[in-house]
Protein backbone atom coordinates (compact mmCIF):
# COMPACT_ATOMS: atom_id res chain seq x y z
CA UNK A 1 0.00 0.00 0.00
CA UNK A 2 1.27 3.75 -0.45
CA UNK A 3 0.07 4.43 3.07
CA UNK A 4 2.37 3.55 4.97
CA UNK A 5 0.48 4.35 8.52
CA UNK A 6 -1.97 1.79 7.39
CA UNK A 7 0.11 -1.02 7.12
CA UNK A 8 0.21 -3.75 9.33
CA UNK A 9 4.07 -4.51 9.18
CA UNK A 10 4.86 -0.47 9.61
CA UNK A 11 1.92 -0.27 12.35
CA UNK A 12 3.71 -3.32 14.53
CA UNK A 13 7.42 -2.15 13.33
CA UNK A 14 6.10 1.19 15.40
CA UNK A 15 4.76 0.03 17.80
CA UNK A 16 7.64 -2.52 18.74
CA UNK A 17 9.98 1.14 18.79
CA UNK A 18 7.69 2.52 20.86
CA UNK A 19 7.27 0.09 23.77
CA UNK A 20 11.33 -1.28 23.59
CA UNK A 21 12.48 0.43 26.74
CA UNK A 22 9.20 -0.94 29.18
CA UNK A 23 9.74 -4.76 27.23
CA UNK A 24 13.30 -4.34 28.69
CA UNK A 25 11.75 -3.98 32.03
CA UNK A 26 8.69 -6.39 31.22
CA UNK A 27 10.64 -9.63 30.45
CA UNK A 28 7.69 -11.94 32.03
CA UNK A 29 5.40 -10.13 29.33
CA UNK A 30 5.78 -12.63 26.35
CA UNK A 31 1.96 -13.07 24.60
CA UNK A 32 1.65 -9.52 23.86
CA UNK A 33 3.19 -6.86 22.86
CA UNK A 34 0.87 -4.57 24.75
CA UNK A 35 3.15 -3.51 27.43
CA UNK A 36 2.99 -0.21 29.71
CA UNK A 37 4.65 1.80 32.15
CA UNK A 38 2.43 3.02 35.39
CA UNK A 39 3.70 4.71 38.62
CA UNK A 40 2.11 3.42 41.88
CA UNK A 41 1.25 5.73 44.67
CA UNK A 42 4.45 4.88 46.65
CA UNK A 43 6.28 6.09 43.53
CA UNK A 44 7.49 2.95 42.65
CA UNK A 45 7.24 2.44 38.87
CA UNK A 46 5.87 -0.92 37.17
CA UNK A 47 6.18 -2.34 34.23
CA UNK A 48 3.60 -5.34 33.05
CA UNK A 49 0.64 -6.01 30.27
CA UNK A 50 -1.31 -3.27 29.31
CA UNK A 51 -4.86 -3.83 29.84
CA UNK A 52 -7.53 -2.34 28.13
CA UNK A 53 -10.83 -1.01 29.54
CA UNK A 54 -13.34 -3.81 29.69
CA UNK A 55 -16.21 -4.30 26.75
CA UNK A 56 -18.63 -2.75 29.53
CA UNK A 57 -17.54 0.35 29.39
CA UNK A 58 -19.19 0.68 26.36
CA UNK A 59 -22.70 -0.53 28.21
CA UNK A 60 -21.97 2.81 30.40
CA UNK A 61 -21.49 5.35 28.00
CA UNK A 62 -25.06 4.11 25.97
CA UNK A 63 -26.53 4.18 29.64
CA UNK A 64 -24.45 7.66 30.66
CA UNK A 65 -25.80 9.29 26.94
CA UNK A 66 -29.67 7.63 27.05
CA UNK A 67 -29.08 5.41 24.15
CA UNK A 68 -30.94 2.36 24.00
CA UNK A 69 -29.81 -0.69 21.51
CA UNK A 70 -31.07 -4.30 21.13
CA UNK A 71 -28.94 -7.17 21.40
CA UNK A 72 -25.67 -7.27 22.67
CA UNK A 73 -24.43 -3.60 24.45
CA UNK A 74 -21.17 -4.96 22.64
CA UNK A 75 -19.34 -1.74 20.16
CA UNK A 76 -18.52 -4.38 17.78
CA UNK A 77 -21.79 -4.53 16.55
CA UNK A 78 -22.04 -0.94 15.37
CA UNK A 79 -19.15 -1.13 13.01
CA UNK A 80 -20.80 -2.26 10.16
CA UNK A 81 -23.45 0.04 10.66
CA UNK A 82 -21.39 2.76 10.78
CA UNK A 83 -20.05 1.36 7.29
CA UNK A 84 -23.36 1.52 6.01
CA UNK A 85 -23.67 5.17 7.18
CA UNK A 86 -20.70 6.06 6.03
CA UNK A 87 -21.61 4.58 2.70
CA UNK A 88 -24.62 6.77 2.66
CA UNK A 89 -22.72 10.18 3.38
CA UNK A 90 -20.00 9.66 0.75
CA UNK A 91 -23.05 8.29 -1.77
CA UNK A 92 -21.31 4.58 -2.56
CA UNK A 93 -17.21 5.77 -2.43
CA UNK A 94 -15.48 3.09 -1.22
CA UNK A 95 -12.07 5.04 -0.96
CA UNK A 96 -14.09 7.43 1.28
CA UNK A 97 -16.05 4.62 3.37
CA UNK A 98 -12.69 2.49 3.68
CA UNK A 99 -11.20 5.03 5.93
CA UNK A 100 -9.83 2.88 8.57
CA UNK A 101 -8.44 -0.09 6.88
CA UNK A 102 -7.93 -1.13 3.38
CA UNK A 103 -10.14 -0.87 0.80
CA UNK A 104 -10.07 -4.79 -0.07
CA UNK A 105 -11.34 -5.18 3.42
CA UNK A 106 -14.07 -3.33 3.40
CA UNK A 107 -15.23 -4.87 -0.37
CA UNK A 108 -14.87 -8.53 1.05
CA UNK A 109 -16.41 -7.74 4.43
CA UNK A 110 -18.46 -4.90 4.42
CA UNK A 111 -19.78 -4.09 0.75
CA UNK A 112 -22.56 -6.54 0.87
CA UNK A 113 -26.39 -6.31 1.71
CA UNK A 114 -27.42 -2.81 2.57
CA UNK A 115 -24.53 -1.33 2.06
CA UNK A 116 -23.90 -2.98 -1.39
CA UNK A 117 -27.55 -2.26 -2.23
CA UNK A 118 -26.54 1.62 -1.31
CA UNK A 119 -23.52 1.66 -3.66
CA UNK A 120 -25.47 0.02 -6.44
CA UNK A 121 -28.59 2.91 -5.94
CA UNK A 122 -26.13 5.30 -5.98
CA UNK A 123 -24.33 4.33 -8.68
CA UNK A 124 -27.34 3.77 -10.85
CA UNK A 125 -29.09 7.19 -10.18
CA UNK A 126 -25.67 8.84 -10.84
CA UNK A 127 -25.49 7.59 -14.44
CA UNK A 128 -29.49 8.35 -14.73
CA UNK A 129 -29.23 11.68 -13.55
CA UNK A 130 -25.74 12.35 -16.30
CA UNK A 131 -28.13 11.14 -18.93
CA UNK A 132 -31.12 13.18 -17.98
CA UNK A 133 -28.98 16.53 -17.86
CA UNK A 134 -27.67 15.75 -21.29
CA UNK A 135 -31.43 15.46 -21.86
CA UNK A 136 -32.26 19.01 -20.63
CA UNK A 137 -29.32 20.71 -22.28
CA UNK A 138 -30.83 20.08 -26.05
CA UNK A 139 -32.68 22.57 -27.13
CA UNK A 140 -36.05 21.21 -28.90
CA UNK A 141 -38.48 24.30 -28.21
CA UNK A 142 -38.96 27.49 -29.62
CA UNK A 143 -36.32 30.92 -29.11
CA UNK A 144 -38.35 33.14 -27.65
CA UNK A 145 -37.69 37.13 -28.09
CA UNK A 146 -39.43 39.03 -25.39
CA UNK A 147 -39.56 43.15 -25.47
CA UNK A 148 -42.22 45.42 -27.35
CA UNK A 149 -43.14 45.25 -30.77
CA UNK A 150 -41.17 48.34 -31.94
CA UNK A 151 -37.96 46.85 -30.02
CA UNK A 152 -37.37 43.83 -32.17
CA UNK A 153 -34.84 44.80 -34.90
CA UNK A 154 -32.51 42.69 -37.38
CA UNK A 155 -29.48 43.62 -34.87
CA UNK A 156 -31.78 42.22 -32.06
CA UNK A 157 -32.06 38.85 -33.66
CA UNK A 158 -28.57 38.30 -34.96
CA UNK A 159 -27.10 39.08 -31.46
CA UNK A 160 -29.84 36.27 -30.47
CA UNK A 161 -28.11 33.73 -32.84
CA UNK A 162 -29.21 34.46 -35.84
CA UNK A 163 -27.66 35.04 -39.58
CA UNK A 164 -27.72 38.35 -41.51
CA UNK A 165 -30.12 36.78 -43.55
CA UNK A 166 -32.15 34.87 -41.48
CA UNK A 167 -32.74 37.92 -39.32
CA UNK A 168 -33.43 40.00 -42.37
CA UNK A 169 -35.88 37.76 -43.67
CA UNK A 170 -37.96 37.32 -40.74
CA UNK A 171 -38.04 41.20 -40.40
CA UNK A 172 -39.72 40.90 -43.87
CA UNK A 173 -42.34 38.24 -43.01
CA UNK A 174 -40.79 36.06 -45.27
CA UNK A 175 -40.42 33.30 -42.47
CA UNK A 176 -44.15 33.90 -40.64
CA UNK A 177 -45.10 30.23 -39.76
CA UNK A 178 -48.45 31.62 -38.41
CA UNK A 179 -47.32 30.65 -35.11
CA UNK A 180 -43.91 31.85 -35.18
CA UNK A 181 -40.86 32.52 -37.33
CA UNK A 182 -38.37 29.86 -38.60
CA UNK A 183 -34.80 30.21 -39.08
CA UNK A 184 -35.18 27.16 -41.44
CA UNK A 185 -38.56 25.78 -43.14
CA UNK A 186 -36.27 23.65 -45.37
CA UNK A 187 -34.25 21.90 -42.38
CA UNK A 188 -37.00 21.20 -40.19
CA UNK A 189 -36.79 18.33 -37.26
CA UNK A 190 -40.49 16.87 -38.52
CA UNK A 191 -39.08 16.43 -42.46
CA UNK A 192 -36.44 15.12 -45.12
CA UNK A 193 -33.37 17.83 -45.53
CA UNK A 194 -34.47 20.18 -48.54
CA UNK A 195 -37.83 19.80 -48.25
CA UNK A 196 -40.47 22.49 -47.05
CA UNK A 197 -41.80 21.43 -43.71
CA UNK A 198 -45.01 19.69 -43.46
CA UNK A 199 -46.45 20.13 -39.83
CA UNK A 200 -46.02 23.84 -39.69
CA UNK A 201 -47.61 25.71 -37.65
CA UNK A 202 -49.17 22.75 -35.78
CA UNK A 203 -45.31 21.60 -34.36
CA UNK A 204 -43.42 24.65 -34.37
CA UNK A 205 -44.04 25.60 -30.47
CA UNK A 206 -41.81 21.79 -30.41
CA UNK A 207 -39.21 23.36 -33.03
CA UNK A 208 -35.92 24.60 -31.88
CA UNK A 209 -36.20 26.07 -35.55
CA UNK A 210 -38.81 28.10 -34.24
CA UNK A 211 -38.33 31.97 -33.31
CA UNK A 212 -41.17 33.63 -31.34
CA UNK A 213 -41.26 36.98 -31.69
CA UNK A 214 -43.92 39.93 -29.72
CA UNK A 215 -45.60 40.38 -33.36
CA UNK A 216 -46.92 36.38 -32.60
CA UNK A 217 -48.97 36.96 -29.42
CA UNK A 218 -52.32 36.98 -30.77
CA UNK A 219 -51.59 33.86 -33.08
CA UNK A 220 -50.39 32.10 -29.78
CA UNK A 221 -53.54 32.98 -27.67
CA UNK A 222 -56.12 32.43 -30.54
CA UNK A 223 -54.03 28.53 -31.20
CA UNK A 224 -54.18 28.04 -27.03
CA UNK A 225 -57.82 28.42 -27.62
CA UNK A 226 -57.78 25.84 -30.32
CA UNK A 227 -55.42 23.33 -27.55
CA UNK A 228 -58.22 24.05 -25.64
CA UNK A 229 -60.63 23.11 -27.42
CA UNK A 230 -58.86 19.96 -28.34
CA UNK A 231 -58.99 19.42 -24.20
CA UNK A 232 -62.42 18.95 -24.15
CA UNK A 233 -62.86 16.76 -27.34
CA UNK A 234 -59.95 14.80 -26.66
CA UNK A 235 -59.56 11.91 -23.86
CA UNK A 236 -56.27 13.37 -21.54
CA UNK A 237 -54.03 10.25 -22.03
CA UNK A 238 -54.78 11.28 -26.43
CA UNK A 239 -54.48 14.78 -26.10
CA UNK A 240 -51.28 14.73 -24.07
CA UNK A 241 -49.41 12.13 -26.53
CA UNK A 242 -50.19 14.62 -29.22
CA UNK A 243 -50.10 17.74 -27.94
CA UNK A 244 -48.79 18.02 -24.35
CA UNK A 245 -45.31 19.27 -24.87
CA UNK A 246 -46.76 22.05 -27.25
CA UNK A 247 -49.51 22.97 -24.50
CA UNK A 248 -46.68 22.81 -21.95
CA UNK A 249 -44.04 25.23 -24.06
CA UNK A 250 -47.12 27.45 -25.65
CA UNK A 251 -48.17 28.12 -21.78
CA UNK A 252 -44.63 28.82 -20.72
CA UNK A 253 -44.21 31.45 -23.20
CA UNK A 254 -47.43 33.26 -22.37
CA UNK A 255 -47.03 33.03 -18.81
CA UNK A 256 -43.60 35.12 -19.73
CA UNK A 257 -45.74 38.29 -21.12
CA UNK A 258 -47.10 41.01 -19.05
CA UNK A 259 -50.68 41.62 -18.86
CA UNK A 260 -50.61 44.72 -21.10
CA UNK A 261 -49.31 42.59 -23.51
CA UNK A 262 -52.17 40.10 -23.58
CA UNK A 263 -54.30 42.76 -23.41
CA UNK A 264 -53.40 44.31 -26.32
CA UNK A 265 -52.76 41.05 -28.53
CA UNK A 266 -56.46 40.27 -27.35
CA UNK A 267 -57.65 43.36 -28.80
CA UNK A 268 -55.71 42.99 -31.81
CA UNK A 269 -57.87 39.70 -32.15
CA UNK A 270 -61.15 41.21 -31.87
CA UNK A 271 -60.86 43.91 -34.31
CA UNK A 272 -59.61 41.16 -36.93
CA UNK A 273 -56.37 42.42 -37.48
CA UNK A 274 -55.21 38.97 -36.46
CA UNK A 275 -56.16 35.03 -37.21
CA UNK A 276 -55.08 31.77 -37.38
CA UNK A 277 -54.50 29.72 -40.26
CA UNK A 278 -54.49 25.96 -39.97
CA UNK A 279 -54.43 22.83 -41.68
CA UNK A 280 -58.02 20.77 -42.69
CA UNK A 281 -55.79 18.43 -40.33
CA UNK A 282 -56.32 20.61 -37.06
CA UNK A 283 -59.71 20.33 -36.57
CA UNK A 284 -60.13 16.61 -37.79
CA UNK A 285 -58.25 15.06 -34.77
CA UNK A 286 -59.41 11.95 -32.75
CA UNK A 287 -58.17 9.30 -30.82
CA UNK A 288 -56.88 6.37 -33.11
Known amino acids: MNWPRREASEVVRQFLDMTARVRVKAPHVTHTL ?12 VFDEWKP ?33 K ?15 TEETFATHYAQGTTLRIMSGRT ?39 SAQEAADIMA ?13 YQGPYSRPGELCAVA ?21 LFKQHLE ?14 WGQSWVNLRAVLEGRTPEELDQ ?12 DLPLAANTEFDA
Not at 173 to 185: E, I
Not at 265 to 276: D, F
Request: hydrophobic content about 40%; glycine content about 8%.
Open 34 to 45: FVSATVRNDYTA
Open 53 to 85: VPPSSFGNWLDAMGVDIKGDRHIGRMRKSVKVE
Open 87 to 101: AIVTEGRISAAADDH
Open 124 to 162: IATAQQHWLDKALDRVDGPTVISGAVGEVDQDLLEDSGL
Open 173 to 185: GQLDMGVSHCKNP
Open 201 to 221: PLRCLECRNAWILPSNLPQLI
Open 229 to 242: RLRTVLPPQAFERL
Open 265 to 276: ARKHIEAGQAVL
